[in-house]
């Protein structure tokens, strides 16, 4: 019986080889039926422009400035030759009042919320008081050298 189990099992293997041995195709036919495929599709595709440059740095900078509007140009000359002569930005002062006490006058100024008595000669942040007067005040702007006047209203 033993013998009876093994000649079944080997004509059963028999059997599977020989089906399966017959539906294969050698491996040298599949390869050429493959690259003659791969010779008649032609896309139009140019694969030179697919290989990368000689250099070693990338073909484009993910962090460069890019510019989506329309392009800006350049300055015209002339304009960057005419320089404009700085000039003191206005004064920083309103006239507050005036207080006379004892032959003596004072003369109050506001610079934001801050009250100040301003005399001839006093500095003020960048500001001197050259001169008050019955009808105005006279600071120069230190940086610059200028000189402004506050009417007295």
């Known amino acids: 019986?033993?013998?009876?189990?093994?000649?079944?099992?080997?004509?059963?293997?028999?059997?599977?080889?020989?089906?399966?041995?017959?539906?294969?195709?050698?491996?040298?036919?599949?390869?050429?039926?493959?690259?003659?495929?791969?010779?008649?599709?032609?896309?139009?595709?140019?694969?030179?422009?697919?290989?990368?440059?000689?250099?070693?740095?990338?073909?484009?900078?993910?962090?460069?400035?890019?510019?989506?509007?329309?392009?800006?140009?350049?300055?015209?000359?002339?304009?960057?030759?005419?320089?404009?002569?700085?000039?003191?930005?206005p004064l920083p002062f309103r006239y507050f009042g005036r207080l006379t006490e004892k032959g003596r006058t004072e003369v109050y100024v506001m610079r934001g919320d801050e009250l100040l008595a301003v005399a001839a000669g006093q500095n003020i942040g960048e500001y001197r008081v050259d001169k008050v007067s019955d009808s105005s005040i006279a600071f120069t702007y230190l940086p610059l050298k200028t000189t402004q006047t506050l009417e007295l209203q």
Do not use: H, Y
């Not at 195709?25 to 495929?37: E, S, V």
């Not at 509007?69 to 300055?75: I, L």
């Open 1 to 89: 019986m033993k013998k009876r189990r093994i000649g079944i099992t080997l004509g059963a293997v028999v059997l599977v080889v020989g089906v399966v041995a017959g539906r294969e195709r050698p491996a040298i036919d599949l390869i050429q039926q493959k690259t003659t495929q791969v010779a008649r599709a032609d896309d139009g595709i140019d694969l030179e422009k697919l290989k990368r440059g000689d250099s070693t740095m990338p073909q484009n900078d993910p962090f460069a400035q890019k510019n989506f509007g329309a392009e800006q140009r350049p300055a015209a000359p002339q304009a960057a030759a005419r320089v404009e002569k700085p000039t003191a930005p």
